[in-house]
């Protein structure tokens, strides 16, 4: 029997309320920006937000995951100093990511973006920014030390605004010394401090026969500036 076109005018009215239904958003609602991670301090063992990454000259940026929704992707943009327009970088189904094309002491910003599983975006988020800052060198101790009273040399051309020491045991990842503010000889770019020159570190010396790691952080002299070292692995015996 033919049907009149009233007949499938009301039928295609329910198919858009029930798929407006099952994607738990209606036709006329946004979806919620992004927010990102707010920045831990510098000298906080556990680390969030935008940051240097001590295994790369890379940035690393975090986000806050949208709850309202089910998002199929977050879209990254990037500008530096320079651009005049941020342009697309990647997406990600994660909620970090960590850019490896990037420039030494440059000013690099970025917003993030969401879509979900029906194509719709979110309003940009707020902007970060970070500017890279060369790695320390030439890290000692590493391998095999003698001294318990250890101390912590690197080179570093950065002049910074301070230096932050973190030492830690490899095999639990255990905090045993956390240095913050440690001021840069400014006339040389060989740098050292005495472990637990300021009282605070776990232990008052450290142990024969326990591997420990090392690092070092660069925060430099404006806003989300600096660089972290690669972790370097040394035992005393």
């Not at 000013?107 to 969401?114: D, I, M």
């Not at 020491?165 to 060989?190: F, H, M, T």
């Not at 637990?196 to 404006?222: H, K």
């Amino acid at each position: 029997m033919k049907r009149p076109c009233s007949f499938f005018l009301i039928l295609g009215g329910l198919f858009a309320i029930l798929s407006c239904q099952n994607s738990g958003i209606s036709s006329d609602e946004e979806l919620s920006p992004v927010h990102f991670v707010a920045k831990s301090a510098e000298n906080a063992w556990a680390e969030k937000g935008i940051d240097a990454v001590s295994e790369a000259d890379a940035i690393y940026i975090e986000w806050l995951t949208l709850e309202d929704s089910e998002i199929r992707k977050y879209e990254i943009y990037r500008k530096h100093e320079e651009d005049e327009d941020f342009m697309f970088v990647n997406s990600v189904e994660d909620t970090f990511y960590i850019d490896h094309d990037v420039e030494l002491n440059k000013k690099y910003f970025y917003y993030v973006l969401a879509e979900n599983f029906d194509g719709m975006k979110s309003a940009s988020s707020d902007t970060v920014h970070y500017q890279l800052l060369e790695k320390p060198s030439r890290l000692f101790p590493y391998g095999t030390v003698s001294e318990t009273q250890t101390v912590f040399q690197w080179v570093d051309v950065s002049k910074p605004q301070y230096y932050i020491i973190r030492v830690k045991q490899a095999e639990n990842d255990q905090s045993i010394w956390l240095a913050g503010e440690i001021l840069p000889n400014y006339e040389s770019d060989q740098q050292q401090v005495l472990f637990n020159n300021n009282g605070s570190a776990e232990v008052n010396e450290l142990s024969l026969g326990i591997t420990y790691q090392w690092r070092v952080d660069v925060v430099g002299p404006g806003s989300n500036c600096g660089s972290e070292s690669t972790w370097t692995s040394f035992i005393i015996q």
